[in-house]
C-alpha cells in the first residue's frame, strides 16, 4: 500500500506541475486559450485531490 501511495503522490504531483504551467506561464497560456483554459485548471484541482488521497491511504498503510 506505501508503494501505492507513493506512487499516487507522483502522478498528483505531476498533475499540479501540468496545472501550474498551464494556468501561470505565457507558454501555458498560449496552448489552452479561452475555453481550453478549464484543461489545466480541472487537470490540478483533480491532483490536488489525489494527494489527498494518496495521503490517505500512506497513512492508513503505516498503521
Known sequence: MKKLATGLALVSLAGMV???WG?????GRSHFDEMAGIIPMAAGG???LLLLIAGGLYYSARR
Do not use: I, R
Not at 23 to 27: A, C, D, I, K, M
Open 46 to 48: 483533480g491532483a490536488f
Open 18 to 20: 501540468f496545472g501550474w
Open 23 to 27: 494556468l501561470e506561464t505565457v507558454s
